[in-house]
């Protein structure tokens, strides 16, 4: 990485006929959406404050869960696209790398609830993603566990990410394509744009960031708790009920499970709360026993808080000519943020999304 206070015009190569991008950001949206402009032939330098590895907890990717367990609607279209794309990608990807690289790895997967959706309602008929996967099918009533108040739930296998190892393996990724690293936190599109004179785009993937940077109101934290602990589960577990969600993920190579999670909408607050990991601990138990020790407890190795970058309506992933001093300009910046907890579910797909809106900007500008 390079140091921030030695930025200078030489850092950014010489613009081929497209010129240079900008990624801002190296959370897995970043990462992610710069791997997609490089294989398509773009010149790609990444600006980031927290990079693979930092355990800063504003780096919001290293403390994700991280699974493939889609909650969109069947009424998100835009946000299954994204997220299928990058279910598609992920099996093509374990084909061909090995998971000690990517810490990626297709698990069986249970997916329990205790809301008000009628038993008489086939789950295909509300969960979108039911005929993606493999090994799809409803549980019957003897394997709902008998404590608890769950009322249905189906098994699948889906992939469990082991979010250190994965971030790791994509800052590698977007370097053997080309990509420049700089540590650098900005505060405006237009530091970018006067600094580095041949840069024609910024791809903004500030995640919560973008509070600052664009201002947007409609963004805010939603505060999540989890707990690693000593272990691996046997496979991937969700629960969902009215005002709770238990989620438990096996870590590859770790010898760790993480158990979650929190959802505390407004809240900046990086602090634990103790009661809310006795909670996670407590809701756990029933779906990973054979974690627990002698004694029926966990060990628990750490607790964790990170802040998902949520917004009203949805992920903002737009593009927008920048105008310098409210003078017209050939230069554009490009949204991908507010991805709340799917960050890693949806990166390929809106890394996609990206290079083609970036792909059209350019194409259409050529014909003027």
């Known amino acids: 990485m390079v140091n921030a206070q030695r930025m200078n015009q030489d850092m950014i190569d010489q613009p081929t006929s497209q010129g240079q991008l900008v990624v801002l950001g190296a959370g897995v949206i970043g990462l992610q959406t710069a791997i997609c402009l490089l294989e398509a032939g773009f010149q790609v330098t990444i600006l980031a404050k927290y990079w ?153 993937c500030t995640g919560l960031g973008a509070t600052k940077l664009v201002e947007d109101p409609k963004l805010f934290p939603t505060k999540g708790q989890s707990v690693i602990v000593r272990g691996l589960a046997h496979g991937i577990t969700t629960g969902l009920g009215d005002d709770w969600e238990t989620v438990i993920v096996p870590r590859y190579g770790t010898n760790e499970t993480f158990l979650g999670v929190s959802k505390v909408p407004g809240d900046w607050s990086l602090d634990a709360d103790e009661s809310v990991t006795q909670a996670i601990l407590q809701r756990c138990k029933l779906f990973a026993p054979e974690l627990l020790n002698d004694n029926g407890e966990f060990e628990v190795l750490s607790v964790q808080v990170g802040l998902r970058p949520t917004r009203t309506g949805g992920p903002r992933v737009e593009i927008q000519k920048y105008r310098d001093n409210n003078e017209a300009t050939n230069k554009f910046v490009c949204h991908n943020y507010g991805h709340h907890g799917a960050g890693f579910e949806e990166s390929f797909g809106t890394g996609k999304t990206v290079t083609d809106l970036v792909k059209a900007e350019l194409t259409d500008e050529s014909k003027n």
């Open 52 to 204: 693979p590895g930092d355990q800063e907890r504003l780096y919001t990717s290293m403390w994700a869960g991280a699974q493939w367990r889609s909650s969109s609607t069947m009424h998100e279209i835009k946000m299954q696209e994204w997220q299928k794309l990058t279910f598609k990608h992920w099996q093509n990807l374990v084909r061909v790398v090995s998971v000690e690289k990517t810490g990626l790895e297709m698990k069986p997967a249970t997916y329990f609830w205790d809301y008000t959706t009628p038993l008489e309602i086939p789950p295909e008929q509300w969960i979108w993603w039911t005929s993606l996967v493999s090994s799809y099918q409803v549980l019957a009533q003897s394997a709902i566990p008998a404590t608890g108040s769950h009322a249905a739930g189906i098994s699948y296998d889906s992939f469990a990410v082991n979010p250190a190892k994965y971030l790791s393996y994509l800052s590698s990724r977007s370097k053997e394509l080309g990509a420049k690293h700089i540590t650098s936190e900005v505060q405006s599109f237009t530091e970018i744009f006067h600094k580095f004179e041949n840069v024609r785009g910024v791809i903004n």
